[in-house]
């Protein structure tokens, strides 16, 4: 079946930029996600990407899409306090299949 | 405000005594499912409804029940709780497969 693996931990400066991987193992999601989960809460959707692109860009954050290699990946810029939390990748086809977290810290 | 509300947000309870959590969703989505969060094992769908009457099992779905009656609600149903079951479950939906989920806030169930 369809497998989501991502890094479990990440720890980056505060200010410096934060890339969280996941790889998967099925082609056929038409959407690609990201979900965010900060202490206590659930999970809430922060972007995605359509299969057939390459980037996404929305503000800090940077989705990149190697399709070849089944490789996603998040980009945060300027990581902030704010940002820490665990991220989740996530693809679709008759249900969400997400990683199993990564949990970034940020160092001062 | 479009949400999906669980209830209880915690729950202590004694092995084999009957409990319900309940999920209800006000954005008329189709899609429902329940999932339980634990430590180096990621979010594991137990259970997942695709419309009303409409059910099917997810990953994990020994030790749990669910129904879809109505559109808004997806009860989950544990009729005999073992410590096993202690755990982060959260429900999520979404108006089709394919499109953004939302989720609640989380029940963390403990089981003594």
């Known amino acids: 079946g369809e497998d989501v693996e991502q890094s479990l931990f990440l720890s980056v400066r505060e200010g410096d930029s934060s890339v969280i991987n996941c790889t998967y193992t099925?082609?056929?999601?038409?959407?690609l996600y990201w979900y965010k989960q900060e202490p206590g809460a659930g999970l809430q959707l922060l972007t995605y990407?359509?299969?057939?692109?390459d980037m996404k860009q929305d503000q800090r954050l940077t989705v990149l899409l190697n399709k070849k290699d089944k490789h996603l990946s998040l980009r945060i810029a300027d990581t902030q306090t704010g940002d820490s939390a665990i991220y989740f990748c996530?693809?679709?086809?008759?249900?969400?299949?997400f990683g199993k977290g990564t949990r970034l810290h940020i160092l001062p | 405000e479009a949400q999906v509300t669980q209830n209880p947000r915690y729950l202590i309870t004694v092995t084999g005594k009957k409990l319900t959590v309940t999920c209800s969703q006000n954005?008329?989505?189709?899609?429902m499912s329940w999932y339980r969060q634990d430590p180096g094992l990621g979010l594991r769908q137990i259970y997942y409804?695709?419309?009303?009457?409409?059910?099917d099992k997810g990953d994990v779905p020994e030790g749990y029940k669910v129904s879809r009656k109505e559109k808004r609600n997806f009860p989950l149903i544990l009729e005999s709780p073992s410590p096993n079951q202690t755990s982060l479950y959260f429900c999520?939906?979404?108006?089709?497969?394919?499109?953004?989920?939302?989720f609640g806030q989380g029940t963390r169930l403990t089981v003594v």
């Open positions: 999520a939906s979404s108006l089709l497969t394919d499109t953004e989920a939302f």
């Open positions: 099925d082609s056929s999601s038409t959407y």
């Open positions: 990407i359509f299969s057939n692109m």
């Open positions: 996530a693809v679709r086809d008759d249900k969400i299949i």
């Open positions: 954005m008329n989505h189709e899609y």
């Open positions: 409804s695709m419309n009303v009457e409409v059910t």
